[in-house]
C-alpha cells in the first residue's frame, strides 16, 4: 500500500475512534452539577482558540498578521452593525482577504 | 433535526469551499481518488489539510497520522461535553459521535451544558455531501481555480467560528471570559507546540474563566 493510502487508512480509523470515544465511554450518563459548568464553556474557549490558530498561525504555528486578519475583522465588523447572516459575513472576510491579496 | 439540516445549510456552504480549496492542493500531492475517499473517510478539515502538509513535505505515513489525529484531538474533550446528551446503545452513540463537526456541535450546544443531539446530526447532514463533492471539485478543476488562497477562502472557517461565537458570548461573562482565555492560551502556545496541541490546550480557559464566580458567597 502507498504512503497515501495508509495515511488515508490510519487517519480514518484514529478519526472514528477519537469521535466515538466520548459518547461510547460517558454516553448518556447524568454529569453532576460541577462539570456541567465547565463543559457549557468549552464552546466559547475552543472556537476562539480555532479563530485565533486559522487567522493568525502560518506553517510550524509561526504567528502571521496576513489578508486573513483583514477578512476576519472585516466579518467582526459587519456581524458587529448588522447583525446579519452568517453567510453574508463569511462571504465578507473571504472578499476582503482576497481583496487584501490582490493589492499586496 | 429538521430545525439542524437548516441551521446546517451556512455550514454545507462554507464548507463545500474549503473542501474545494483542500481538493486543489491535495490533488498534486495524492493523486485525483485518495482525496477525494480521504473526506468521504475522515471528514474533518483542519486534520486532512494537516496530513496534506505533512505527506506534501516529504514526511512518512506516522507522522502525517499523528498530525491529523492531533488536530482531530479536540473531539475528545467535545465528546465528552456532548456525551451526556447521547442516549441509546453504544453503536448509536459511536455513530453520533461522528457526526460531530466543529460548527454543528456549537451551534448544537444549549445552556447549562446540554445538546441538542438531533440537532447536531442534522446541522451536520448537508455537511457530508459538501465536503466531499467540494473535494470532488478541487481535484477536478484545480488547473482553473489555481491558488485557493488568493480568492480569500483561509478565512472562511475563522469568519464563520466568529459569527458562532458571538452567539455563544450573548450568553454571559463567563462565556465571554472564557474565549479570551482561550485564545491568549491559543495565540500563546502556537509557536511553541505541535499543531492541534494549541486548540486542545484552550479547553483549560474553562477552568479559568470560572474560578472567580465560584468564589464569591452564595
Redesign the interface.
Known sequence: MSDVWATVLALALASAAIRASGPVLLGGRELPEWIRRPIALVAPALLAALIVVGTFTGDEGVLELDARAAGLAAAGGFLALTRGSMVVAVAVAALVAALVRLAS | MRAGIRAGV?IA??SL?LAISFGVLAQP???SV?PI??SA????GS??FA?L?V?AAGG??AA??LA??LL?????????????S???R?LR??L???A?V?AS??MA?R???RFDVGFMVGATLPNYPAWVGGTAIGVLAGDVIGDP??????????????????V??R?GN???A??????I???VL??????GV??IA??A???I??RPQREEPA
Do not use: H
Open positions: 451556512p456552504f462554507a469551499l500531492v495524492m493523486g485518495a475517499v480521504m473517510v475522515v471528514f474533518a486534520a486532512q496530513a502538509a505527506l512518512g505515513v502525517a497520522v491529523g489525529a482531530n484531538a479536540r473531539y475528545l474533550p467535545m465528546g465528552v461535553a456532548l456525551a451526556p447521547v442516549r441509546g453504544p452513540r459511536a453520533v459521535g461522528q460531530m466543529d456541535w456549537a450546544s445552556r447549562g451544558g488562497d488568493r480568492l480569500g477562502l483561509d478565512a472562511i472557517f475563522p469568519a464563520f467560528f466568529l459569527a458562532l461565537l458571538v455563544e458570548t450568553r463567563e462565556a465571554v472564557a474565549a479570551a482565555i482561550g485564545a492560551i491559543a495565540l502556537a509557536p511553541l507546540t505541535p499543531p494549541p486548540v484552550a479547553c480557559a474553562v477552568l474563566a470560572m
